[in-house]
């Protein structure tokens, strides 16, 4: 009988600009003030990328960081997968110059593209490689320059999004690990928010955004992952020791947490000093935070197309 093989967490890393913008900065040159984009949001701060940054040197920094805390030499990966929304160049995939910048010369290496949720999706792609015994070490990174993407004139969405990177090693195991990931997909919600081209042919835009239809949909479709998780996994609530979700908005985490039961001391709370950084926010969240070996760990985001997801891991 051949062995059944399991994804675990070797390591995480993240990477951050060095510079950060408070909302007091921003409100000198945008109509807004701290007091509403704290209340409305819970976010304090984000940091913001040089000229000289890009999606590739922060993915890079958090994945050499994730590998060092996993003991993991950079020769020995098999797979490098990067979720971004803001690869430096449509072409080629941004995860291949990470894959040169770390010298993981025998990696594959490529991009996903699904907004928010793209560490929860490229991490279930990277769980069933391992499970299946292809792979036995792969890097799944989540790099992001929002501030390259948003309208800096528009305070609706700039004062909401931050730069960044964060990254796990997945490794090998004959332990238990990811024990489950759920990914969902409503194209219907595809121009909720979107980055509008159409009047700049080949050129970067920028963000458009229905706020008020993310926020109820995002509460409604993550509080019905994390239900399909715990189902699935024969769990309860009261079995999860930590609640990670997408950092999008503080008002929207606190009302899953409530919704399900969630006591706020498992949840964990990083929009205050990161903002939104779409695919890395939950990697960087993990970076943060102190997991302990055998923890519970349930992950969950939504973000734009609709894409959403869920993943239940035993660390
Ligand atoms: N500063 C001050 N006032 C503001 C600002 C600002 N930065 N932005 C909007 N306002 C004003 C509006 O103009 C409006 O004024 P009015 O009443 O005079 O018209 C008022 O504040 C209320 O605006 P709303 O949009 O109704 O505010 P709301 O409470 O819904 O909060 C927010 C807006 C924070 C955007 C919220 O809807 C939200 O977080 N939605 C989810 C967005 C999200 O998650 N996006 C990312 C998805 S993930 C991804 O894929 C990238």
Not at 66 to 76: M, Q
Not at 108 to 113: L, N, S
Request: charged share 15%; net charge neutral.
């Amino acid at each position: 009988m051949s062995a059944t093989f399991w994804s675990v967490i070797g390591g995480c890393g993240m990477s951050l600009p060095n510079k950060v913008i408070k909302n007091n900065d921003l409100a000198e040159t945008l109509d807004t003030n701290d007091e509403w984009i704290r209340t409305r949001t819970g976010i304090e701060q984000r940091h913001i990328a040089s000229q000289s940054d890009s999606v590739a040197l922060l993915g890079t920094n958090a994945a050499n960081n994730a590998l060092l805390a996993a003991k993991v030499a950079a020769a020995d990966v098999d797979m490098i997968i990067l979720a971004t929304t803001s690869p430096d160049h449509f072409m080629p995939a941004t995860a291949t110059k990470i894959q040169h910048q770390l010298g993981a010369t025998k990696a594959c290496a490529f991009d996903i593209q699904a907004v928010c949720s793209g560490f929860i999706y490229a991490l279930s792609i990277a769980d069933q490689f391992i499970k299946t015994g292809a792979m036995s070490n792969v890097l799944v990174i989540g790099a992001e320059l929002m501030s390259r993407m948003v309208d800096w004139n528009d305070r609706s969405t700039c004062v909401l999004f931050g730069d960044g990177a964060g990254a796990v090693l997945l490794r090998r195991s004959l332990e238990p690990g990811i024990l489950s990931t759920h990914l969902f997909t409503d194209g219907a919600g595809y121009d909720m928010l979107f980055v509008d081209h159409s009047d700049e042919k080949f050129k970067r835009g920028k963000i458009v955004m229905n706020g008020r239809a993310i926020y109820s949909t995002a509460i409604n479709v993550m509080e019905s992952s994390i239900k399909t998780a715990l189902t699935h996994n024969n769990l309860n609530i009261t079995d999860i020791d930590w609640f990670v979700a997408h950092q999008a908005n503080k008002r929207i985490i606190d009302s899953v947490s409530t919704k399900l039961g969630i006591p706020s001391e498992k949840t964990v709370v990083t929009i205050n000093s990161y903002a939104n950084t779409s695919a890395a926010t939950i990697p960087i969240s993990l970076a943060v935070t102190n997991i302990n070996k055998g923890d519970l760990v349930i992950l969950s985001a939504m973000g734009a197309g609709y894409a959403w997801g869920s993943a239940a891991i035993r660390w």
